[in-house]
């Protein structure tokens, strides 16, 4: 005589199928450790927008550096020289700007504003004065010209200062209108010329 609990047992729908899903359990569990053992998730984070953005600028700075070097190394870094000329006068004005010429320490007024400045110049080169004196020669572009005739007209008599990084290396009396050039003369060396004539930026 069978018990109750023989009678449930075997009315258990899943008793034939318990050891096949304990086989399936296994199998899944198996190969989802291989899985992982094989092809790790990928946790590392993204790095962040700047991180990105110092590493291209290191990178830009890295080029220029070989570029250099592959030149060979024989340029240098040369800072632009300012050039400008103002007219100018030797007694004091109001609103003039008090000024000495560096080759004769003789005090001038000069004029606020610029007649014409380094955006103005067309070309520029060493002039040789002497054995070892050179000077600049400066060539305007039309508009430059323009406006440095009829200053010049307007100012015979008196002085157009030439100044170089803000000082002033010649202040001739103007005797007739000045347009398409000018000299700098101020006696200087093959060297100090050609720095003008480089920092000036057309040549």
């Known amino acids: ?6 009678l449930l047992r075997h009315a258990d729908p899943l008793r034939e ?33 700047r991180v990105v953005l110092s590493t291209v600028a290191a990178m830009a700075v890295v080029a220029v550096l070989a570029l250099f070097v592959a030149s060979g190394g024989q340029q240098t870094l040369q800072a ?5 000329a103002r007219l100018a006068e030797l007694r004091p004005v109001p609103g003039l700007v ?5 080759t004769s320490r003789d005090v001038i007024y000069l004029h606020p504003e610029a007649v014409v400045t380094n955006d103005d110049v067309a070309r520029s080169s060493v002039l040789q004065d002497g054995p070892d004196d050179f000077g600049v020669l400066v060539e305007f572009l ?39 050039s000018a000299v700098i003369s101020g006696a200087y060396t093959r060297a100090e010329a050609e720095r003008i004539v480089a920092g000036i930026g057309r040549h």
């Open 1 to 6: 005589m069978k018990t109750v609990p023989d």
């Open 17 to 49: 199928d318990s050891a096949h899903l304990d086989d399936a359990r296994d199998r899944i569990r198996r190969t989802v450790i291989a899985a992982a053992s094989v092809a790790p998730l990928r946790t590392t984070p993204r790095p962040p927008r």
């Open 80 to 84: 632009a020289v300012r050039f400008e």
């Open 98 to 102: 008090v000024a000495q010429v560096a």
């Open 142 to 180: 039309p508009a430059g010209e323009q406006r440095l005739r009829q200053a010049t007209t307007a100012h015979l008599g008196r002085l157009l200062a030439i100044l170089i990084d803000g000082e002033v290396v010649i202040a001739p009396v103007i005797r007739s209108a000045i347009g398409d």
